[in-house]
């Protein structure tokens, strides 16, 4: 059978279906690039418009629960309660020099030497003066006041004898056995040995103690041993010693120094409580009570902290810096302190245990009585009054206005009241 030219022709190959689909795919290739912009700018304008109903996405602040605790931060440097100013007590010169700065000493440890010989030898000289008033006590004791009282006894018996004798020759006298210069020589003789007995008593009264030439001898043995003792401290002066135990924080001394009276040689720092002193901005002075803890750190350790307590807040204000001074106590200082050192000081003044807390930079006009807050709601920022308790280092207490789980817009976002926006937690 033979076929229609139209079978014939509808039997051969259409060029147009055969080569459509790889010039669909060729010309789409060739433009590639120009195609994916078309896509991104679709994107873009999709999201553009998806941003511009809801808003941009901005990190916002959750109002959390929390342990919060306000401190009041400070610098300061490291002090004793006092130091002590070591100086001669006499003129001298220095003889060597026995401690070296910032050497830690104990009580009664030499420190300073001064010349000496002559005070040795005043020394010397007061203590044979303490020997011979001595030996003028012995003296007395054992020679002048047992003479003395040897002699009394002989005009004791003297006067015994002249008295018999005068009694003999005045009853003879009365009987006409004996004359008149009989009785008078009598007479005489008796008063003599009265005399005697009298000044042999007062001999044994002054060689007695309590008598005039005891108290005397006594007298001059107190003087020279008090002249010794002022002696022997003057040598002890010689020798400068440590007071109390502490470390040496000055010298101003060197071997052949002529030393002053009342100058100051070297400065001890005193062992014991160290003291941290503070320069605090008055605005605070309300928080600070004592008793308040405190954690410190020196600034050549950062990374060491230790414990201190206010132990002292000045009772005036500094006009010129507007600052009151503070001071705490270190009961067991660290090692590594050092007198003068710069220390940093955080003073816990109030704390909170499970609190609404939310981050200081959402929180706007804290220090003028009426805060607030920017809180969403229905997808738009909103003016939120808030009143707030204790401030921490980088939190602030939520007494009112927002619970837990609300958020806050930071005030770095650039958000304004009205805003439409999507928070986005961080």
């Known amino acids: 059978m033979f076929k229609t030219m139209a079978d014939q022709a509808a039997a051969l190959p259409s060029p147009t279906k055969a080569a459509v689909g790889p010039t669909v795919l060729a010309t789409v290739w060739a433009h590639r690039w120009f195609a994916l912009a ?5 994107g873009l304008g999709g999201w553009q418009s998806v941003r511009a109903v809801l808003g941009p996405a901005i990190a916002v602040d959750q109002v959390r629960r929390g342990d919060l605790v306000e401190t009041v931060v400070a610098s300061g440097h490291v002090e004793t309660p006092f130091r002590v100013e070591i100086g001669s007590q006499i003129t001298g010169t220095v003889e060597d020099v026995l401690v070296l700065e910032g050497q830690r000493v104990s009580k009664g440890q030499p420190l300073i030497s001064l010349e000496s ?27 002048t006041l047992p003479s003395a009282k040897e002699a009394l006894r002989q005009a004791q018996a003297t006067l015994l004898n002249a008295q018999q004798t005068y009694d003999r020759t005045s009853q003879l006298t009365s009987n006409g056995y004996a004359t008149r210069a009989a009785l008078d020589e009598a007479q005489k003789t008796l008063d003599v040995a009265l005399a005697q007995k009298r000044a042999a008593e007062f001999q044994v009264f002054t060689a007695s103690p309590g008598g005039s030439d005891y108290v005397m001898a006594e007298t001059q043995l107190n003087q020279a041993r008090a002249n010794l003792d002022t002696a022997q401290s003057r040598l002890g002066y010689a020798t400068i010693s440590a007071p109390r135990d502490g470390v ?35 605005r605070n002075l309300g928080k600070l009570a004592l008793g308040q803890t405190a954690l410190a750190s020196a600034d050549a350790y950062p990374d060491r902290r230790f414990p201190a307590v206010v132990s002292y807040i000045n009772p005036g204000i500094d006009i010129s810096r507007a600052s009151v001074q503070v001071k705490l106590t270190v009961k067991d200082p660290p090692d590594y302190l050092r007198q003068d050192m710069t220390v940093s000081v955080d003073i816990e003044v109030a704390s909170r245990k499970d609190t609404l807390e939310l981050p200081v930079r959402s929180v706007h006009d804290i220090t003028s009585g009426q805060p607030w807050v920017l809180g969403v709601k229905d997808g738009r920022a909103v003016k939120l009054p808030v009143r707030v308790g204790i401030r921490g280092n980088s939190h602030i207490e939520i007494v009112d206005g927002l619970g837990a789980g609300d958020v806050a817009v930071p ?11 999507r928070p986005v937690l961080p």
């Open 38 to 42: 078309i896509i991104v700018l679709l």
């Open 117 to 143: 010989r002559e005070l040795k030898a005043a020394v010397v000289q007061a203590q044979g003066q303490v020997a011979q008033a001595e030996a003028r006590m012995r003296q007395l004791d054992e020679l």
């Open 248 to 282: 040496l924080i000055t010298r101003n001394v060197e071997r052949g120094t002529v030393a002053q009276a009342g100058k100051a040689l070297l400065v001890l720092a005193p062992a014991g409580d160290v003291q941290l002193v503070l320069q605090i901005d008055e």
């Open 411 to 421: 005030a770095s976002s650039g958000v304004v009241t009205g805003q439409r926006f």
